[in-house]
């Protein structure tokens, strides 16, 4: 069914239920590359935001207001959604869903008010350029995001589609890829997809050469890992040699049983009180993209320790906060989730836990200690939930021969929030 036109909204309580916004994807190939409809809605909008390029792009179109995106960017969507009701037009880069504009606007302006017509996507155009199957490539965002959200995504054979944020993101990912040991790696820049100087470069990372690209490009790799190279396993439980920790690390073994009971859930925030290295958060992130944590950690060393192995994990999302518990713990976001590696046994820490949990939320919390064993021992014994003790041995020499040296046991009390 055809969509109202722009002519047909009207500013009139009703049609705010109508789509007044209009967002159309334009590529680097500008009017050319738009339908008829598409052209229809820009020439006759009062009105028209977008980039300064996009505004260029459709220049010859445009016969209403322009407002280029102003800075920081919260301006314009304030602008947009002050008129809302009346016809606007937002131009954005191909496709407005795919890491864009349209998902931004749609956080303060409901999908029955817009209507989207979208262009290809810079992932879609590279894909087809090379022939690979989208669905089978992953597919990441570092365009005003930091680098090291590739890493995760760095496993021999793989193929990554990345949008950079400028014309030097090609060589800083290359150069990622050599100090990582993906070297070897296949990179194929594509830039200005669509337009007159679209261009493909092919390069290995180790030699990568190339100068003067265009700021709007996508760097493909084909992953090809050295014998050396820094790949994370996509199992729980990661080598402990991964981490830069000062031993104060939950080993990989008991940090595999740490996590199957946390039970990671899309999208919910953990507390990680007392968190060392940082191992058990960061592990937690790497189980989805939209998984969320705080780090919480007293000692400044091991803060900043945390956050350059959040760096080196792919996950710079990770919020580290510096102080200890229960104080840090003020004012945080409620959590979902609740994992205790240190300090629990501290005056006021495991109430103020317990009280700060969303109804429905899970706490987890390990004893190595007599004193905090005692602790989870009193809680299982008021509130309930499981106890188990884990019990470790590893093979290691016994003079000429082998025998088991047992690790410290690890008492774990896991808890259900009643709602």
Do not use: Y
Not at 155 to 179: H, M, V
Not at 355 to 365: H, W
């Amino acid at each position: 069914m055809r969509g109202l036109s722009m002519a047909d909204m009207s500013n009139s309580a009703s049609a705010i239920v109508a789509p007044w916004l209009v967002i159309i994807g334009i590529g680097e190939d500008g009017v050319a590359g738009l339908g008829d409809e598409a052209k229809r809605l820009i020439a006759t909008a009062p009105v028209v935001f977008g980039g300064a390029r996009h505004i260029e792009l459709a220049a010859s179109l445009i016969t209403g207001e322009c407002q280029a995106w102003q800075n920081p960017f919260e301006k314009s969507v304030e602008a947009i959604v002050a008129r809302r009701g009346s016809p606007v037009v937002v131009l954005a880069s191909g496709d407005p869903f795919l890491f864009g504009v349209g998902a931004t606007l749609a956080r303060r302006i409901d999908a029955i008010e817009m209507r989207t017509l979208p262009a290809p996507s810079s992932f879609s155009l590279a894909a087809s350029r090379l022939g690979w199957a989208l669905q089978d490539v992953a597919t990441v965002s570092l365009h005003g995001r930091p680098l090291d959200l590739i890493r995760p995504h760095l496993q021999p054979g793989a193929r990554i589609l990345a949008l950079t944020s400028d014309a030097c993101g090609p060589k800083a990912l290359s150069a990622l890829l050599c100090d990582s040991g993906f070297g070897q790696s296949r990179l194929s820049v594509l830039e200005a997809l669509g337009g007159e100087r679209e261009r493909i470069s092919r390069q290995i990372a180790s030699s990568f050469a190339l100068e003067d690209l265009h700021s709007l490009n996508v760097c493909a790799i084909e992953v090809v890992a050295d014998a050396t190279a820094r790949v994370l396993p996509l199992a729980a439980g990661l080598d402990d040699a991964l981490f830069e920790h000062d031993g104060q690390i939950t080993k990989r073994e008991v940090r595999a049983l740490t996590l199957s009971a946390l039970a990671p859930r899309k999208g919910e925030l953990l507390w990680d009180i007392g968190a060392g290295s940082g191992s058990i958060a960061i592990e937690w992130m790497l189980a989805d993209p939209a998984m969320r944590a705080i780090a919480i950690e007293a000692s400044p060393e091991r803060a900043a320790r945390i956050g350059r192995n959040a760096a080196r994990f792919g996950v710079p999302g990770l919020a580290v906060i510096e102080g200890g518990a229960p104080e840090a713990l003020r004012g945080l976001a409620s959590p979902d989730v609740i994992f205790i590696g240190g300090g629990g046994s501290e005056p006021g820490v495991m109430d103020s836990a317990i009280a700060a949990l969303r109804p429905g939320g899970r706490l987890v919390a390990n004893a190595v200690t007599t004193e905090m064993e005692a602790v989870l021992i009193a809680q299982h014994a008021r509130l309930g939930g499981s106890l188990i003790r884990i019990d470790i041995a590893r093979a290691s020499p016994v003079g000429t021969m082998t025998g088991w040296r047992p690790a410290m046991p690890v008492t774990q009390w896991s808890w259900v929030k009643a709602e």
